[in-house]
């Protein structure tokens, strides 16, 4: 590790998902005073102060800023779900008014956090085919991208001009009981983990403990400031991704899902948007190598066996 440990109280808004539990047990577990805004109370409870709020209106959470040494955000409906109407002006909504409304809460205290640590997505790249992206590629099109640039823009005017912001364009996670992994381990085990599609989509992933110590950096490194690619240093495509997995969990089979079952599957049986699992991108942390930020899990098999075994 080459920077400082943060220190002192960090506000986690969006504290009681996925991400947001890990990371607040990483920060307590480094001697930081935690809290959580959530839309729920965390479950199960966890050593630090778990604080409901709706995301959209200032309350008395907005209290819980002052004086904090750090501000993370995390808010943001999950993609993984039926694009219609409603759920893609949530997945737009949930984003954008929730940084609006913590800029606006970092107005109303004396003291507000010197640092924000803001979550948006490598998706905001699009799809290329095959294509490597890093900080400086052009953006795609489509829901995505947009809802991205949108997420990014609201930040910059929610931020205010004397916090530190760090911007994080993260790929997908893989941690224990969450995420891409709780579909896809699964499946695997059935025997149907086979590659998606044509396979070749790029399947960008990150490890959670290496999500939890990129925050931890993002808090705690003066230098640390702008957008970053969130994402480990060697993407994989979805035929290697799914043959590292099959390995891990020890099944030897893997049935392929070519594209017209996935289109059909997605939506009626798991519910979810088959373009998730059809389609992918190839990132590359450019920024975080050159500031030497040194990953803990480079190679996704050793990632997955961590997790797994």
């Not at 050159?290 to 797994?308: R, V």
């Amino acid at each position: 590790m080459n920077w400082p440990r943060p220190s002192g109280r960090i506000v986690i808004a969006g504290g009681t998902g996925f991400l947001g539990t890990h990371l607040a047990q990483h920060l307590t577990g480094l001697g930081c005073e935690v809290t959580t805004l959530g839309r729920r109370a965390a479950r199960p409870p966890g050593p630090w102060r778990s604080v409901q709020w709706d995301a959209r209106q200032l309350g008395d959470w907005a209290t819980h800023l002052d004086g904090a040494a750090a501000l993370v955000n995390l808010v943001g409906r999950s993609v993984d779900c039926i694009k219609t109407p409603d759920h893609c002006d949530e997945i737009l909504r949930s984003r954008v008014e929730a940084t609006r409304v913590l800029g606006a809460a970092c107005r109303a205290v004396d003291n507000p956090p010197p640092v924000w640590v803001q979550m948006s997505t490598a998706h905001i790249y699009g799809d290329p085919p095959e294509v490597v992206c890093d900080e400086s590629s052009a953006f795609g099109y489509g829901l995505a991208p947009t809802v991205a640039l949108a997420w990014e823009e609201a930040f910059e005017a929610a931020r205010l001009d004397s916090q530190r912001g760090v911007v994080l364009r993260t790929s997908f996670v893989i941690g224990r009981g969450g995420g891409a992994l709780r579909r896809l381990v699964p499946l695997t085990r059935l025997g149907l983990g086979g590659k998606v599609g044509s396979g070749r989509q790029g399947m960008s992933w990150l490890h959670i403990a290496d999500m939890s110590r990129l925050i931890e950096r993002g808090i705690a490194d003066a230098g640390m400031s702008g957008v970053y690619i969130a994402s480990s240093p060697n993407p994989v495509s979805n035929r290697d991704f799914m043959a590292a997995l099959r390995r891990v969990v020890g099944m030897p089979i893997g049935l392929p899902a070519f594209g017209w079952m996935v289109r059909i599957a997605a939506p009626l049986l798991l519910r979810t948007d088959p373009e998730l699992a059809l389609y992918g991108r190839y990132v590359l942390p450019r920024r975080l190598l050159d500031e030497g930020f040194e990953f803990e899990f480079t190679e996704i098999e050793a990632a997955l066996a961590d997790l797994l075994q």
